[in-house]
């Protein structure tokens, strides 16, 4: 009702100020959003109303215990893997021959594919280019440095250690035995039963108010009179004394005069870019470009879109390498770009001399790596024929360890596996996972791995509890009610689309986005 929607338009944190709902701030925040409040009333009220339908839909949703006690059993069953691994390199492999090593070509384009390059001529400017060409005055750098005084300046310093009392008495108790002679350490102990606090290396903003003044004043090794602060009596003692320091305008001049150079580089270049976009607008060539403004113009011969050369060496010395290459092998072949800027206040412009396509190499080229590759392959097929064998054995009877020892391999125990949660497993026992909760107690299974293949077994399953599992099993309760009322409502909506036909207001939509332009 009208009550419900106006309550929930108070409890809108947005209209609120310290003082609880505003409706000047409410009026506001409206017009700022483009929304009249008769708008934003009914718009409340919808939404109040789409929510108490989904309380309704979802309201006779109740998760049946059997289907939470299954669900709790597949979540936490845990099994237990023994297994070992086979090398691929540990296999002997003939050596393939010439026709062997055309036919592993032949059928496998795509691992000999050669990238799409381009050649590439272009124009990098950055502030550090033009940096040695701005000049900076003496009365600029003189500014400067009284705007960043600051900045060169250290606060003195005082190594403070203090014994704080309850009353004046007892501090000027413990002075008169300091002033006979007593070690300050030793007098703190004395008459508070403690040692004395060490303050540190402190400036003066960080001690109390009223003990900075007093402490600043004591040479090294002097102990203060007592000072009365918000905290009690202090006896303070400075054990050492750093002075106030301030860099000179000549320790700091070129350091200055660089910085200056930089920042009006980076301004000087904004103007020089824009000239350059006029100059090659007009007609100009990168080439001329470049003398006119006296950059060097650079040539790539060749880079792919990972920004190496033929040679698979990275090119060093990209401006902005990500988007450089983005933008090169978004230009077609013999255009231009546009003048660029980076995200480190530079700029570039590139042409695209010419385009290489994607092309499968020569053999000739590539027999050593196709050698490689067809090695590698019989190697594989070789560990995972040796292991298909090997479960066909422990599947047959034979004892798991003892074919593992035939093969010179040492069984391992994972730890207790699940099907999700294995954070803490090894690699291979994480690869295991899928296998492991397929086969059955007892069974022995393979894994292909990068680099060898893993034979294993099911050594043990743990059924997992729901009576015992307490808040475990509430949580997992309350997750499947959430996830059974989402899909009674996401039907509900579904049967209603399908009721009724949605159509997009166009023009509402056209009014919105004007406001937001």
């Known amino acids: 009702g009208d009550e419900d929607v106006a309550q929930r338009i108070r409890e809108r944190q947005a209209f609120q100020t310290e003082d609880g709902f505003s409706r000047e701030r409410f009026q506001r925040v409206l017009q700022q959003g483009g929304l009249s409040e008769a708008a934003y009333i009914e718009q409340v009220r919808s939404q109040l109303k789409r929510r108490a339908m989904s309380d309704i839909v979802a309201a006779g949703a109740k998760v049946p215990d059997v289907m939470a006690e299954m669900e709790y059993r597949y979540r936490n069953e845990a099994r237990i893997a023994d297994y070992f691994t086979l090398s691929h390199d540990s296999f002997e492999v003939d050596t393939p021959g010439q026709q062997a090593l055309r036919s592993y070509y032949e059928n496998n384009d795509d691992a000999f594919m050669a990238p799409a390059y381009r050649e590439l001529t272009y124009l990098h400017a950055a502030p550090a280019d033009i940096a040695e060409r701005v000049k900076v005055s003496e009365d600029a750098i003189q500014q400067a440095y009284q705007e960043r005084k600051e900045t060169y300046s250290k606060p003195a310093k005082r190594h403070v250690k203090q014994i704080v009392f309850d009353d004046r008495e007892t501090a000027r108790t413990a002075l008169d035995r300091l002033m006979q002679g007593r070690r300050f350490a030793a007098v703190a102990r004395e008459v508070q039963g403690n040692a004395p606090a060490d303050l540190g290396m402190v400036t ?170 067809l090695l590698a392959k019989r190697r594989a097929d070789a560990a995972k024929e040796a292991a298909t064998e090997l479960i066909e054995q422990a599947n047959a009877g034979r004892d798991f360890r003892a074919l593992a020892a035939d093969r010179g391999a040492r069984v391992q125990t994972s730890q207790p596996l699940t099907r999700t949660r294995n954070q803490n497993a090894s690699a291979v026992e994480k690869a295991l996972t899928d296998e492991l909760f397929a086969a059955d107690a007892g069974d022995a299974f393979m894994r292909p791995l990068q680099d060898r293949v893993a034979v294993a077994r099911v050594g043990e399953i743990r059924e997992a509890d729901p009576a015992a599992a307490g808040e475990a099993m509430t949580s997992l309760r309350q997750q499947l009610g959430q996830a059974l009322q989402s899909d009674l409502f996401a039907q509900f909506a579904d049967s209603l689309r399908q009721r009724h036909t949605v159509r997009v207001n166009q023009a509402a939509v056209d009014q919105i986005v004007s406001r937001v332009r």
């Not at 904004?270 to 040539?299: P, W, Y």
């Not at 920004?307 to 978004?330: K, M, S, W």
């Open 204 to 373: 003066r903003d960080e001690l109390p108010d009223g003990l900075a003044e007093p402490v600043f004043e004591l040479a090294e090794g002097r102990v203060s009179q007592p000072v009365e602060t918000s905290l009690g009596w202090h006896l303070a003692r400075v054990t050492e004394a750093q002075p106030a320091t301030t860099k000179s305008l000549d320790a700091v001049r070129d350091e200055l005069r660089a910085e200056l150079a930089r920042d009006k580089a980076a301004d000087r270049l904004i103007s020089m870019a824009n000239e350059m976009r006029d100059a090659l607008a007009g007609g100009a060539t990168l080439k001329s470009v470049a003398e006119q403004f006296g950059f060097e113009l650079r040539h790539l011969p060749a880079v792919d879109e990972q920004g190496r050369n033929r040679a698979g060496e990275e090119i060093d010395g990209l401006p902005a390498p990500e988007q450089f290459l983005q933008v090169a092998f978004n230009t077609p072949q013999g255009q231009r770009s546009l003048v660029e800027e980076t995200d480190r206040g530079g700029y570039f412009v590139l042409r695209v001399e010419s385009v290489t396509p994607s092309q499968k190499r020569p053999f000739d080229a590539v027999t050593d790596e196709v050698r490689q590759r």
